[in-house]
């Protein structure tokens, strides 16, 4: 955890001192492929069947283009920045809450959706959105969307969803009669403090917060208090997806922040696992595939994006992670989906995310907000006791 939380640190300050956007070329034609492509990924993001045969749009992309897909997997956005930081990458999926900074860095190229024929299939929900468009230039083309979800014991919480994060916030007692306390996680990121705000502002409205990711002085502490108490409860922070499946399966833990990826795997292996969306809402990520502004093999980069959005990939990784296709096309006639896998992955929730987003100081609901640096520093002192 030290090692992340160190490539965090140095994360945040990229952000904060880099200067203007980049200017950089935007590619006008592809070429013949260099033989490889290296994304950073999120586990799950990038499979080849190694886990389940059922499960594979690497294969076919290699046979059909010769370039080989290596993966290197990232637990955090933090991670994924100071991986595109060190270079050597051709492309990254990339949440919200990472986009941004790779812009501002210079860390990432425009991308020429005229290279990319099935651009116009993406979601127009997706396709300008702010985590990823500036000045209406396009710096990635969308993978997938969802919710981080409460993920809980179906047996502690009696078949009964929970209906509030006060679960893993609070202090309580579970309707199994236990406490929850050494019974709970957290996510090991400073993001993380989002997912507090959006609970004080369901709970707390004398706070005014109106944007988790755009709290002032006031909310900002507040979000840190709650966090400090919850440090208490927290048997341990997560950010890798199979520490967090270990740990229900063989820990006691009864409920804690997620993605539907875990939940789908313990449900798989006929774990008593189930999820929910609260009453407050949820925070949630929108993923977009980005190009190092230096990708060694920019060819293969670039049919990488176009395969990245087919129909067939897009239901596929929907039905593998619990997630929304970035293609709506892939919602209906996907086998491995089903024609309810969207809906059942949450379709109908966009506008009740919160997607993760970098904190900046020049915030649109604030006349001035707590930047993403200070979150980095802060979330490191809670987890430290502090």
């Known amino acids: 955890m030290v090692k992340l939380l160190q490539a965090a640190t140095a994360v945040a300050a990229v952000f904060v001192l880099q200067g203007p956007l980049a200017a950089a070329e935007m590619k006008t034609e592809i070429g013949a492929g260099e033989g490889v492509v290296d994304i950073v990924a999120w586990p799950g993001y990038i499979e080849r069947g190694e886990t389940d045969k059922n499960f594979d749009w690497v294969t076919d992309f290699e046979a059909k283009t010769g370039c080989q897909v290596r993966v290197k997997t990232a637990g955090t956005s933090d991670e994924m920045v100071a991986l595109m930081n060190e270079g050597g990458f051709d492309l990254v999926t990339a949440s919200g809450d990472a986009s941004l900074r790779l812009i501002s860095g210079k860390r990432v190229q425009p991308i020429n959706t005229d290279l990319v024929p099935s651009w116009s299939k993406v979601d127009p929900r997706l396709q300008s959105a702010r985590w990823h468009t500036v000045d209406g230039v396009?710096?990635?083309?969308?993978?997938?969307?969802?919710?981080?979800?409460?993920?809980?014991?179906?047996?502690?919480?009696?078949?009964?969803?929970?209906?509030?994060?006060?679960?893993?916030?609070?202090?309580?007692?579970?309707?199994?009669?236990?406490?929850?306390?050494?019974?709970?996680?957290?996510?090991?990121?400073?993001?993380?403090?989002?997912?507090?705000?959006?609970?004080?502002?369901?709970?707390?409205?004398?706070?005014?917060?109106?944007?988790p990711y755009e709290l002032n002085e006031d909310q900002y502490k507040a979000a840190l208090d709650l966090l400090r108490g919850q440090r208490e409860l927290v048997s341990r922070y997560w950010h890798d997806a199979f520490v967090q499946i270990d740990d229900f399966n063989n820990e006691g833990i009864a409920a804690s922040s997620s993605w539907p990826f875990q939940v789908n795997l313990l449900v798989a292996d006929g774990k008593p696992i189930a999820s929910t969306v609260p009453s407050e809402g949820a925070t949630g990520w929108a993923d977009t595939t980005m190009m190092h502004a230096d990708a060694p093999h920019p060819n293969c980069a670039y049919l990488w994006l176009e395969h990245s959005i087919n129909p067939k990939l897009q239901g596929d990784l929907a039905a593998w992670f619990g997630s929304v296709p970035a293609v709506l096309d892939a919602c209906k006639g996907n086998a491995l989906l089903g024609d309810e896998g969207c809906e059942t992955n949450g379709l109908g929730n966009f506008e009740r995310i919160s997607f993760w987003r970098t904190p900046v100081s020049q915030c649109e609901t604030q006349e001035t907000c707590v930047p993403y640096y200070r979150w980095v520093t802060d979330y490191i002192a809670v987890l430290g006791g502090r």
Not at 139 to 149: C, I
Not at 156 to 182: R, Y
């Open 138 to 211: 396009h710096y990635g083309v969308p993978y997938q969307w969802g919710s981080n979800v409460l993920m809980y014991n179906t047996e502690v919480f009696k078949g009964t969803a929970p209906t509030s994060w006060k679960v893993v916030f609070e202090e309580t007692t579970l309707p199994d009669g236990q406490s929850n306390k050494g019974r709970v996680q957290a996510f090991d990121g400073p993001i993380y403090i989002a997912d507090a705000a959006l609970y004080l502002k369901a709970h707390n409205p004398e706070l005014g917060i109106v944007d």
